[in-house]
T-cell receptor
Framework: DQQVKQNSPSLSVQEGRISILNCDYT??????FLWYKKYPAEGPTFLIS?????DKNEDGRFTVFLNKSAKHLSLHIVPSQPGDSAVYFCAARRSAGNMLTFGGGTRLMVKP | DSGVTQTPKHLITATGQRVTLRCSPRSGDLSVYWYQQSLDQGLQFLIQ???????AKGNILERFSAQQFPDLHSELNLSSLELGDSALYFCASSVGAGSTGELFFGEGSRLTVL
């Protein structure tokens, strides 16, 4: 039972353009959502998060949008840079405890 | 550098064997989590410890066990290893048992079972 899904395994974008990574979830008990970035041979690193009481959170070039009615969130990267090339994981947390449920990841490739 | 240290980085062993993976959390973090990432898969939650006590359990096999010691480091024990146990095992830590949800991950231990 995949409660958090990232349906696009990979995405290729031109440098300077917008990257949009999508994530869907099924569990309405999730109250906090996070995006992690992972480079090869490294552990995932936290990128940006959003509480379920908000619909948008922005941090520099990164913006996360949450649509609770659709159980969908997206990460926008503008402008995309070659250094953004990595695997991006969407994660969700239930209100009880700190356990995160991760999606399968989307590999982003930003071409110079 | 996340501040979370995992050893060993790489481990190759045979089926039926037992291994121990070690994790030292960030200074001050009381929670330790273990995740498994199989080839091209997402991270699967195994288990969480908070200040020495088991806090939450995920899809952890009975052949696997973990503990958190008084100095807060944690060990994940994998026994009767099977080929399918080959994966990246990540440890993560956080300050509390339930906060903003941000976890700090180590670089992982890559286990190969032959």
């Amino acid at each position: 039972d995949q409660q958090v899904k990232q349906n696009s395994p990979s995405l290729s974008v031109q440098e300077g353009r917008i990257s949009i990574l999508n994530c869907d979830y099924t569990n309405s008990m999730f109250d906090y959502f996070l995006w992690y970035k992972k480079y090869p041979a490294e552990g995932p690193t936290f990128l940006i998060s959003i509480s379920s009481i908000k619909d948008k959170n922005e941090d520099g070039r990164f913006t996360v949008f949450l649509n609770k009615s659709a159980k969908h969130l997206s990460l926008h990267i503008v402008p995309s840079q070659p250094g953004d090339s990595a695997v991006y994981f969407c994660a969700a947390r239930r209100s009880a405890g700190n356990m995160l449920t991760f999606g399968g990841g989307t590999r982003l490739m930003v071409k110079p | 550098d996340s501040g979370v240290t995992q050893t060993p980085k790489h481990l190759i062993t045979a089926t039926g064997q037992r291994v121990t993976l070690r994790c030292s959390p960030r200074s001050g973090d009381l929670s330790v989590y273990w995740y498994q990432q199989s080839l091209d898969q997402g991270l699967q939650f195994l288990i969480q410890y908070y200040n020495g006590e088991e806090r939450a359990k995920g899809n952890i096999l009975e052949r696997f066990s973990a503990q958190q010691f008084p100095d807060l480091h944690s060990e994940l024990n994998l026994s009767s290893l099977e080929l399918g146990d080959s994966a990246l095992y990540f440890c993560a830590s956080s300050v509390g048992a339930g906060s903003t949800g941000e976890l700090f991950f180590g670089e992982g231990s890559r286990l190969t079972v032959l």
